[in-house]
């Protein structure tokens, strides 16, 4: 897949799944109102002091309010930005591969644990939204096909050389597909069509800066 089929619908998957978390949001909070008050969750603000759905719905509350669509973003295409350069242009003799690093689960898993140390401590989501972003990039690239890199290192530690071309020959190739092949143009419309109605409704709620600035948006699929 290429730019906007990667963008698009990691995009469009991030948002259907604020979508239903901050429908679970609205429960927790529903449910917490009828349940006695806790002085020391509320007052103190101790996460700790706080019963198990307080501590969710502390995350989907800053999940909700502090999601960087910058970030995910750039975590749709990061594996491609990780291996692309790597595998098929500076190192291209050794790897002859544009799937490594970047496409394994040890990568993303990588991001994973560190964002949920970046969040624990800081309560930032920056490294979260990064490997919810490579995790999407992976399932679109159907990664799965392919175990000995989506499993590395438990196949061994070298990665099978796919590619007969470097990066500048397989380009022209990709653009050929683009207008022929309905595998690649389809996910790219798709995407393409994600990405325009983000923009324009970003744009239609004056939120550009905001966007540009901070990568905080309130845009949603559903008006509720």
């Known amino acids: 897949m290429l730019l906007f089929a990667h963008t698009g619908i990691t995009l469009g998957a991030a948002m259907l799944a604020k979508d239903a978390l901050a429908k679970r949001l609205a429960l927790e909070v529903e449910e917490r109102e009828t349940k006695p008050?806790?002085?020391s969750c509320s007052r103190m603000n101790r996460e700790q002091d706080c019963p198990p759905n307080s501590r969710t719905t502390t995350f989907l509350t800053v999940l909700r309010q502090h999601f960087d669509y910058r970030f995910l973003l750039i975590g749709s295409l990061l594996p491609d930005l990780l291996d692309k350069p790597i595998g098929d242009i500076f190192f291209y003799?050794?790897?002859?591969?544009?799937?490594?690093?970047?496409?394994?689960?040890?990568?993303?898993?990588?991001?994973?644990?560190?964002?949920?140390?970046v969040y624990k401590r800081w309560?930032?989501?920056?490294?979260?939204?990064?490997?919810?972003?490579?995790?999407?990039?992976?399932?679109?690239?159907?990664m799965w096909l392919n175990p000995r890199t989506l499993l590395w290192p438990i196949y061994g530690w070298s990665f099978a050389s796919v590619d007969s071309t470097n990066f500048f020959g397989w380009l022209p190739e990709m653009f050929h597909a683009l207008a022929t092949d309905a595998s690649v143009y389809v996910p790219e419309i798709i995407g393409f069509s994600i990405v325009a109605w983000f923009v324009a409704k970003v744009i239609q709620t004056e939120n550009l800066y905001t966007f540009v600035r901070s990568g905080l948006v309130s845009v949603q699929w559903s008006n509720d």
């Open 37 to 39: 008050f806790s002085l």
């Open 93 to 117: 003799q050794p790897f002859r591969n544009g799937r490594i690093f970047g496409h394994t689960l040890c990568f993303t898993a990588c991001l994973a644990v560190l964002g949920a140390y």
């Open 123 to 142: 309560k930032k989501l920056w490294f979260l939204i990064l490997s919810f972003g490579s995790a999407i990039h992976l399932i679109l690239d159907q």
